[in-house]
């Protein structure tokens, strides 16, 4: 057993390791992240079926799994992993603030950074706002390090890796259809649905039963946005959505169904757009490595919030800004998008997808802060090769071919990626150990 595996065994039961191993895990960390660019590319895994060998089966059904916000509540990332899946066997992207708020942003960031060293294709880490000194000594990393080791060496060493993190991600070549799931094919009405039909959104509870399936043509329904929204009764009928999909979803909230580019990739950012960055190539040129400015490009996509106003509008947070659907549809369309997956906003759902299913909101961190009630998702995305495997798609040159008279503009059909939804509660009581019990760690003594 190497001294990584060592590290990662020790991290998984939540011991700390000692302070020199952080150094060399960071210092190897920042080395390898060096190489990655401020946008990474990640490819939405194929979905192996193999129904007659259970046991493979697992093994290969994970796609890609995409996680909100964790904040240092190691006891629910371990929760995480057994819902979306273990490392290595399974892909993971995580969208920023692994640390402050929980009791162990240090166990929890460590754990992510050892499996990145180990297996640096299978996990992809991009910043959020909290990860920075400013925001980490205000929000508990700061002193939790210095509790748990005595100094802030560790905590240093571990905002140089921030400083490091990629700024976003782009997923390519997420299937438009999910495939079937492990579970049985029965959606809330009860109706069976057949293999063959398109499933664009799956919701499935932390045993992985499918607690509700929208087939495509219902998600990305047929109800036509210009007659809806010019009716009289758009406005009283918003209070009572007439397609009946689980919370959560654009199904049930006035969202009209997917209208993104089908095939097109899917961003990832922690916060969201910024008046300063029309394209993606355009976030490639930033010069991230450095702490979080106070304003501009980089600091509003980690800052920045999707909210029900028109273009741009001021953050409450200070940092940021707020925008709109239209942004967030101009944006998609001239980089031929077809999702925004984003978090960084507590969403007592676990996910919520706005304007249109143009943007997510994936929010990982159950019952936050030990007292918010929430529950927690992570979004699943895959390549199933049912179409072959392959299907029209961004080649991650974005906006470079002009080629942006895909089926949106030709009037065709209008659909974003298959998403699947992973739901899940706060680990049990009994899997956490007593924090404030916690004795202190030796290694300074
Ligand atoms: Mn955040």
Redesign the pocket.
């Known amino acids: 057993m190497s001294d990584l595996d060592r590290a990662i065994a020790q991290l998984r039961a939540c011991r700390p390791i000692p302070e020199p191993q952080v150094r060399e895990l960071c210092y190897k960390a920042r080395e390898l992240l060096i190489e990655e660019g401020n946008v990474v590319g990640v490819d939405a895994p194929v979905t192996v079926r193999i129904h007659t060998i259970p046991a493979l089966r697992l093994a290969l059904m994970n796609g890609l799994q995409i996680c909100g ?1 964790i904040h240092g509540q190691f006891h629910d990332l371990m929760e995480l992993f057994r819902v979306g899946g273990d490392v290595p066997e399974t892909n993971y992207l995580f969208m ?2 692994f640390v402050d708020r929980g009791f162990y942003s240090l166990e929890s960031f460590l754990l992510l950074l050892c499996l990145k060293v180990r297996y640096p294709d299978r996990i992809t880490l991009i910043r ?3 990860e920075s000194r400013q925001i980490t000594t205000v929000y508990g990393f700061y002193d939790e390090c210095l509790r748990k080791y005595g100094s802030a060496n560790v905590w240093r060493y571990c905002c140089e890796v921030f400083d490091y993190l990629a700024l976003g991600a782009l997923v390519m070549g997420a299937s438009n259809t999910l495939g079937t799931s492990t579970s049985t094919s029965t959606n809330e009405s009860g109706t069976q649905l057949t293999e063959e039909e398109e499933i664009e959104i799956e919701i499935l509870n932390s045993a992985g039963d499918v607690m509700s399936r929208i087939p495509r043509s219902m998600a990305a329904s047929s109800d036509n946005h210009e007659t809806v929204n010019s009716s009289p009764l758009s406005e009283t009928s918003r209070g009572a959505p007439a397609r009946s999909g689980p919370v959560g979803t654009g199904a049930t909230s006035d969202s009209l169904g997917s209208v993104g580019n089908p095939g097109g990739a899917v961003l990832c950012v ?2 969201g757009l910024s008046p300063l960055v029309e394209t993606v190539d355009k976030i490639r040129l930033l010069d991230r490595k450095q702490e979080v400015p106070h304003e501009g490009p980089m600091c509003d996509l ?2 920045s919030d999707p909210d029900e106003i028109e273009g741009w509008g001021l953050s409450p947070r200070g940092a940021g800004f707020l925008f709109g659907a239209d942004i967030v549809k101009l944006f998609n369309h001239r980089n031929n998008l077809s999702l925004i997956a984003r ?3 507590l969403v007592m759902e676990g996910f919520k997808e706005m304007f249109d299913a143009s943007i997510v909101t994936v929010w990982s961190a159950p019952n936050y802060c030990y007292r918010c009630g929430n529950v927690a998702a992570i979004l699943e995305l895959t390549e199933d090769g049912s179409n072959g495997g392959y299907i029209p798609r961004a080649n991650g040159d974005v906006n470079r071919t002009g080629d942006l008279l895909g089926p949106v503009a030709a009037g065709g059909q209008i659909s974003g990626p298959g998403r699947r939804y992973r739901v899940f509660e706060a680990a049990p009581q009994d899997s956490r150990g007593m924090p404030a019990k916690k004795p202190v760690a030796d290694y300074f003594l």
């Open positions: 916000d920023g603030d959020g706002n909290h922690h916060g980690l800052w978090a960084h906003q």
